[in-house]
DNA sequence: TCACCATACGGAGAGGTTCTCCGGTTAAGG
DNA sequence: CCTTAACCGGAGAACCTCTCCGTATGGTGA
């Protein structure tokens, strides 16, 4: 996530800057007040320009999340690369994921379905990108954790981001309940088992 | 889901009964090629019908999914019921989980989402008895092992369920992997945490 | 300062969707 | 057979995503 190669393709002339951010901007609201189900359409008409404008800037709703929420990533990889000094390589790990699940209760679940994801022909490079930062930090944590820690040598880091937004997206399904993600990620953490799997 | 009330709502006259029999294979073709992005107009004419006459049978999508998955709901509550039975309540409530989540794995994603859908203006009394009824089953299943089993008093019967139809919901995001369920069923099973939690 | 032109804009519109409405048709019962 | 309630189907309204292209304009060299 460092030194981004979309900023090559940022616009030139002011104009264009100004609707890239109004058009961010925009798409930040609807999409709280709305999630997935918001329409392009909406997002260009709040921020005040033609639907050719805001598929311009961004080529499809990909591009426009992976825009919004492409700062939230470099968060979580900056956290990611501060949990490696963590005392607790297992602690870190499990801190980690928590914070990618909160992370991804966000817009009413386009989030996390953004993040599983799988990348398609339409599909834009940026998105790939988040996938491949937040991969990397994962995988630096997990090593960490199987190899210091108490992590089986079997877990994947894929596995464990999947249950992350899996969990986010449910508890984005009922939003009325502030606490359904911390008691699904103790629920995860504690697993259902209470006794050991036959 | 026994003497279904909506046995009262339904067609009277055979040609009518015809079509909704046609309908509701031409939807599970469909929903099983293309999941929950499927046009319902294409079910129409996959049936040999009008839109009219789809949406007079199936007001919305709910219904539709209600009516072609009713009869695994009923199963599933009769695995439930069975699984009363069960030395272990424990793993009997474990396996009933894997049951739920290995049913909701279907039609691309579209069975888990409106197994996880809570109730709005707009979705049909049908989709609400289909989760009461798997409510129903999965609170006996669960406050038998919290009385004869180890299951722990705070647990709650809709977290579980919302857990099972996320990781479901999360396979199907990569259909390629015919493992994952499983990885992720056995993940919640074990927990993240091969070590407890702080 | 001005003229030029690459860059960016915006809206019409193509082709899709969900869902409704209503005139015509037909099955079932007297 | 005849009536009528039940049912059908398609036109169409109101959305959606996404594209194309003529027009407007910001930045720049003269």
Not at 1 to 6: D, E, G, I, L, Y
Not at 49 to 64: E, M
Not at 146 to 168: F, S, T, V, Y
Request: glycine letters at 6%.
């Amino acid at each position: 996530m460092k030194s981004n190669p979309a900023d090559s393709q940022r616009p030139q002339r002011a104009d264009a800057r100004g609707n890239r951010g109004r058009l961010l901007e925009a798409a930040r609201s609807v999409f709280a007040e709305e999630g997935p189900r918001a329409s392009l359409n909406k997002i260009a008409q709040r921020a005040g320009v033609g639907p050719g404008t805001l598929y311009r800037h961004f080529p499809n709703l990909q591009a426009l999340t992976v825009a919004i929420i492409g700062d939230d990533v470099e968060a979580l990889c900056a956290l990611g690369h501060d949990l490696l000094e963590h005392p607790s390589p297992d602690e870190a790990l499990r801190t980690w994921l928590g914070a990618v699940a909160r992370h991804a209760t966000a817009m009413q679940g386009l989030v996390a379905t953004q993040m599983i994801a799988q990348p398609t022909r339409k599909s834009s490079a940026a998105l790939a990108a988040c996938h491949q930062a937040i991969l990397a930090a994962g995988t630096a944590l997990l090593s960490r954790a199987q190899h210091q820690g108490n992590a089986p040598a079997e877990l994947d880091i894929a596995d464990l981001l999947l249950l992350a937004n899996a969990i986010a997206w449910a508890s984005e399904q009922a939003p009325t309940d502030p606490h359904l993600l911390d008691r699904l990620l103790a629920l995860i953490n504690t697993g259902v088992p209470y006794l050991p799997p036959s």
